[in-house]
């Protein structure tokens, strides 16, 4: 045991803060994923990791703070254009097809299905993972789409009278049936063509319900 952490501490001595948290993040994500959030421990994460337990602890302090994290940055990630376009003059439909192409091929890959399995089916056990997912992931994207729809609607853009429920029914449409086909496994490899209509779809749909008269 004493060698395996002076291994690890030697290995970290080498990286950088950033890429200590980021190798954190990696290795709990392979270890929920591959384990389960149950049966995953900090001891697993820590080598996965290549870093300590205690570097771990440092970071983040605890299991559901670290889940909490995997889904906030595949929350940033997702929404990188929601983030920026409050300060941009561009296309609303432009932007709003934007977020609903990234949102719905994050919501289809693989490692997302995975991860949002792995969440439903500890969720019962673990009401904190639950919490921690639906806070930093469906919560906070609806959020910050709200706050982006209440710009235009300031704007007159478009009418958006009540920017938060609008900003749940966007990403609503967008968890269609082919979504549910992937959350059972019954299509495993979604047709192009069928998610790229999904979006125009939602997109169109959105804007003449918010068309101002």
Same mark, same amino acid.
């Given at each position: 045991?004493?060698?395996?952490?002076?291994?690890?501490?030697?290995?970290?001595?080498?990286?950088?803060?950033?890429?200590?948290?980021?190798?954190?993040?990696?290795?709990?994500?392979?270890?929920?994923?591959? !384990?389960?959030?149950?049966?995953?421990?900090? /001891?697993?994460?820590?080598?996965?990791?290549?870093?300590?337990?205690?570097?771990?602890?440092?970071? *983040?302090?605890?299991?559901?703070?670290?889940? %909490?994290?995997?889904?906030?940055?595949? @929350?940033?990630?997702?929404?990188?254009?929601?983030?920026?376009?409050?300060?941009? /003059?561009?296309?609303?439909?432009?932007?709003?097809?934007?977020?609903? %192409?990234? *949102?719905?091929? !994050?919501?289809?890959? $693989?490692?997302?299905?995975?991860?949002?399995?792995?969440?439903?089916?500890?969720?019962?056990?673990?009401?904190?993972? !639950? /919490?921690? *997912?639906?806070?930093?992931? $469906?919560?906070?994207?609806?959020?910050?789409?709200?706050?982006?729809?209440?710009?235009?609607?300031?704007?007159? %853009?478009?009418?958006? $009278?009540?920017?938060?429920?609008?900003?749940?029914?966007?990403?609503?449409?967008?968890?269609?049936?082919?979504?549910?086909?992937?959350?059972?496994?019954? %299509?495993?490899?979604? @047709?192009?063509?069928?998610?790229?209509?999904?979006?125009?779809?939602?997109?169109?749909?959105?804007?003449?319900?918010?068309?101002?008269?």
């Amino acid at each position: 045991m004493a060698a395996d952490t002076a291994a690890a501490t030697a290995l970290e001595s080498e990286e950088e803060p950033v890429s200590k948290r980021d190798a954190i993040i990696a290795g709990a994500t392979e270890i929920f994923l591959g !384990a389960g959030y149950g049966a995953a421990s900090m /001891d697993a994460i820590a080598q996965a990791a290549g870093v300590s337990k205690q570097t771990v602890y440092a970071h *983040f302090g605890a299991k559901d703070t670290l889940f %909490e994290a995997i889904i906030r940055q595949k @929350c940033d990630d997702l929404l990188a254009p929601a983030v920026t376009v409050g300060t941009e /003059d561009g296309d609303v439909g432009q932007v709003l097809h934007d977020i609903a %192409e990234r *949102f719905v091929n !994050a919501i289809l890959s $693989p490692e997302n299905m995975k991860l949002f399995r792995a969440i439903v089916g500890e969720s019962s056990r673990f009401p904190e993972l !639950a /919490d921690a *997912f639906y806070r930093a992931g $469906p919560r906070l994207a609806a959020d910050v789409l709200a706050d982006y729809l209440f710009d235009v609607d300031a704007k007159g %853009e478009l009418a958006v $009278p009540n920017p938060k429920s609008s900003a749940e029914l966007f990403f609503a449409m967008l968890r269609n049936d082919l979504y549910m086909r992937r959350v059972l496994g019954i %299509e495993r490899v979604p @047709c192009p063509n069928e998610a790229d209509t999904l979006v125009g779809v939602a997109v169109s749909a959105f804007i003449a319900a918010h068309r101002k008269t």
